[in-house]
C-alpha cells in the first residue's frame, strides 16, 4: 500500500514539474517570431535556478533566529535591484561563508 502511494506521489509529481518546464515552449510555439533565443532561455533557466538557491541560503534556519540569514535574507532584495540573480547569489554566498567563518 505504501508502495501504491509512493509511486502515486512521484507520478503525480513528474507530471507537474513536466508541466511547469512547458509553459513557455507551448507559449513561444504559437509565437514562433517572437520567442526568446535559445542562448537567452538558457540565460533566464539560470537565473531562476539561482532564484532558488538565494531562497535557500536565506531561510537555512525556520525556527531559530539566525542573524546572518536575516542580513543575507535583507541584502538580498537591494542587491537583486542592482544585479542578476547569479550574481547576487555569488556575493551572498561569499558573504555568508565569511559571516559564518567570522563566528566560529
Known amino acids: 500500500m505504501i508502495r501504491i502511494i509512493g509511486l502515486l506521489v512521484t507520478v503525480v509529481y513528474c507530471c ?7 509553459r513557455y515552449s507551448s ?3 504559437k509565437y514562433q517570431e517572437h520567442a526568446l533565443a535559445s542562448d537567452t ?3 533566464a533557466v539560470m537565473q531562476g ?3 532558488v538557491q538565494l531562497k ?3 531561510f537555512k534556519k525556520k525556527n531559530d533566529f539566525d ?4 542580513w543575507v535574507n535583507y541584502r538580498s532584495t537591494s ?3 542592482q544585479y542578476s540573480p547569479c550574481e547576487t547569489l555569488i556575493i551572498l554566498e ?3 561563508k565569511q559571516l559564518r567563518d567570522a563566528t566560529k
Open 27 to 29: 507559449i513561444a510555439a
Open 56 to 58: 535557500e541560503l536565506t
Open 94 to 96: 561569499i558573504a555568508n
Open 67 to 70: 542573524p546572518i540569514s536575516e
Open 49 to 51: 535556478e539561482c532564484l
Open 41 to 43: 532561455v538558457a540565460n
Open 16 to 22: 507537474m514539474a513536466t508541466a511547469n518546464t512547458e
Open 79 to 81: 542587491l537583486l535591484e
